[in-house]
T-cell receptor, first 113, second 114 residues
Framework: LAKTTQPISMDSYEGQEVNITCSHNNIATNDYITWYQQFPSQGPRFIIQGYKTKVTNEVASLFIPADRKSSTLSLPRVSLSDTAVYYCLVGPHGSSNTGKLIFGQGTTLQVKP | KAGVTQTPRYLIKTRGQQVTLSCSPISGHRSVSWYQQTPGQGLQFLFEYFSETQRNKGNFPGRFSGRQFSNSRSEMNVSTLELGDSALYLC?????????????FGPGTRLTVL
């Protein structure tokens, strides 16, 4: 499974757009990129997943360049409730890997008023 | 649909004891995974069960074991507890055909070993 590197922490203010970048230089051809969000004392929550280019849902956007060696999670107009740890995961599809997630350190996002 | 439930939510044990944690997956989910989260090591994968069989395993000692029942409910057991086993234990469930990483996590069981 590809190793990921993210900033340890980030600060932002309410209403701003936040971009968290994840490096995954050794990403394999069949790897997908997924982001999870975790609040204190809760389990992680799936945010978004993508393979290439851009993916958008009601919560966030995921930008993946052509070489796929990095990805950027974009949170539009954050609020205080977006304060959480954000994890970038990279791994393949397939039932043999479905149940096994490898989490890195994550990025602690602090949103200030 | 009800989410993943874990019981108990909090537990205090002493060194040398054993503990059993329970997880009920989302209805219809057949895969159940367990994770340990500590401030020092972060989130670490313990094992995954699918159709009552262990399908994936992380790098934890044999004191950590699990099982899955025919209704997909799962239990995790830790024997001979050590102080370092104090952690938040998370259970996650997913569908058989789900794409990679679409797991749904429960609230966790906070285990404190004294």
């Amino acid at each position: 499974l590809a190793k990921t590197t993210q900033p340890i922490s980030m600060d932002s203010y309410e209403g701003q757009e936040v971009n968290i970048t994840c490096s995954h230089n050794n990403i394999a051809t069949n790897d997908y990129i997924t982001w999870y969000q975790q609040f204190p004392s809760q389990g992680p929550r799936f945010i978004i997943q993508g393979y290439k280019t851009k993916v958008t849902n009601e919560v966030a956007s995921l930008f993946i360049p052509a070489d796929r060696k990095s990805s950027t999670l974009s949170l539009p107009r954050v609020s205080l409730s977006d304060t959480a740890v954000y994890y970038c995961l990279v791994g393949p599809h397939g039932s043999s890997n479905t149940g096994k997630l490898i989490f890195g350190q994550g990025t602690t996002l602090q949103v200030k008023p | 649909k009800a989410g993943v439930t874990q019981t108990p939510r909090y537990l205090i044990k002493t060194r040398g004891q054993q503990v059993t944690l329970s997880c009920s997956p989302i209805s219809g989910h057949r895969s159940v995974s367990w994770y340990q989260q500590t401030p020092g090591q972060g989130l670490q994968f313990l094992f995954e069960y699918f159709s009552e069989t262990q399908r994936n395993k992380g790098n934890f000692p044999g004191r950590f074991s699990g099982r899955q029942f025919s209704n997909s409910r799962s239990e995790m057991n830790v024997s001979t507890l050590e102080l370092g086993d104090s952690a938040l234990y998370l259970c996650a469930s997913s569908l058989e055909t789900v794409t990679y990483n679409e797991q749904f996590f429960g609230p966790g069981t906070r285990l404190t070993v004294l």
